[in-house]
């Protein structure tokens, strides 16, 4: 069973980056895919990104592509999510969860151990 727990988060100026990481205790991270998501002010959960278990796949979802970037350290049990020229809507809650199926989770359902979170909050 995984333990995760998120880091990272913070205020930032629009334009600018954050790191976030996600490390995980129990079983080594190499033995799940690994995913994120965010829950903005009155909004509900919602995907961001998920990574294989080997670390060699992953999916976005369409409002961070190209501005946010996914690692996954099975050596460190870490995967990192960074997040580049940050919106004020990428504002929220940031998710990391874990799911032990072999193929990208994209619903929350699919995956089977959750972070508490960490805030993420951006202002124009």
């Known amino acids: 069973q995984a333990q995760l727990v998120e880091s990272g988060g913070g205020s930032v100026q629009a334009g600018a980056s954050l790191r976030l990481t996600c490390t995980s205790s129990?079983?080594?991270?190499?033995?799940?895919?690994m995913g994120w998501f965010r829950q903005g002010p009155g909004k509900e959960r919602e995907f961001v990104v998920a990574?294989?278990?080997?670390?060699?796949?992953?999916y976005f979802a369409e409002s961070v592509r190209g501005r946010f970037s996914i690692s996954k350290g099975n050596a460190k049990n870490t995967v990192d999510l960074q997040m580049n020229n940050l919106k004020p809507e990428d504002t929220a809650v940031y998710y990391c969860?874990?799911?032990?199926?072999?193929?990208?989770?994209?619903?929350?359902?699919?995956?089977?151990?959750w972070g508490q979170g960490t805030q993420v909050t951006v202002s124009s």
């Open positions: 969860a874990a799911t032990e199926r072999f193929s990208l989770g994209r619903r929350e359902n699919e995956f089977d151990y």
């Open positions: 129990g079983r080594t991270i190499s033995n799940y895919g």
């Open positions: 990574i294989s278990r080997r670390g060699s796949a992953s």
